[in-house]
């Protein structure tokens, strides 16, 4: 098995964003999460980011995020680290990282506060 260090991460330069790029991945609930997560932790470890999530789902999300300049990554020994290019961002789209960190905090609480699906199995 090839190590997952051995193909080297590539972050775009903030000048090859574009705002339909970033706009794409903002559209994702989950990875809005992932944009509060590491707003408010930054240097979070892949498995800290998407403790419910299956590893491809997490890797496929994580590239994404990275692919349209929101996100920088690094490895840590074992770990891989997240965080937010917070001054690269705002200084190409102003406002814009600030929006989707509420929005992610605001689809969180909704999660945290949703009531349990009934049990399909019970009779009513």
Known sequence: MASRTATPLVHPSMDEVTFAEVMEALKDPQRLGVIAAL??????PCSAVFMSMSRPAATRHL???RAAGLLHQWDDGTRRRNALRT????ARFP????LAVAEGDRLSVQQATAPEPADAGTAQ
């Not at 707003?39 to 979070?44: N, R």
């Not at 001054?87 to 705002?90: D, L, S």
């Not at 406002?95 to 600030?98: A, H, I, P, Y």
């Open 95 to 98: 406002g814009l990282l600030d």
């Open 63 to 65: 590239k994404i995020l």
């Open 87 to 90: 001054e690269e961002f705002e």
């Open 39 to 44: 707003a408010h932790e930054p240097g979070l």
